[in-house]
């Protein structure tokens, strides 16, 4: 079984900054790849940003030039770094792992960007 923690969501006001960390732990042995998905209220949830297990990146054209997803391997965590933050932006994060062709989760963490 696999475990995801995610830290770091809060509120923040229009144009600020957050950083999430996303821990994994458990039978963790061959990673895909990480991401992070969002859902705003009424919203389903959608892809914000991935990283593969090479460092590859891909964005949601929403977020790009704004997000840095970036990971560190021997901490088997993720993080995304989320600069010029816009209302819209406002949803619950969810951290998800993929390996060997499972995907788990986390339980999410809120962000709320409002002045």
């Known amino acids: 079984q696999v475990q995801l923690v995610e830290s770091g969501g809060g509120l923040v006001q229009p144009g600020g900054s957050l950083r999430l960390s996303c821990a994994a732990s458990?039978?963790?042995?061959?990673?895909?790849?990480m991401a992070w998905y969002r859902q705003a209220p009424g919203k389903q949830r959608e892809l914000a940003a991935l990283?593969?297990?090479?460092?590859?990146?891909g964005y949601a054209d929403s977020v790009k030039g704004r997000f840095i997803i970036s990971g560190d391997n021997a901490k088997n965590t993720v993080y995304l770094q989320m600069n010029n933050l816009k209302p819209e932006d406002t949803a619950v994060y969810y951290c998800?792992?993929?390996?060997?062709?499972?995907?788990?989760w986390g339980q999410g963490t809120q962000v709320t960007v409002s002045s």
């Open positions: 990283i593969t297990s090479d460092g590859s990146t």
């Open positions: 998800q792992l993929r390996q060997l062709g499972d995907d788990y």
């Open positions: 458990g039978s963790i042995f061959s990673i895909n790849s």
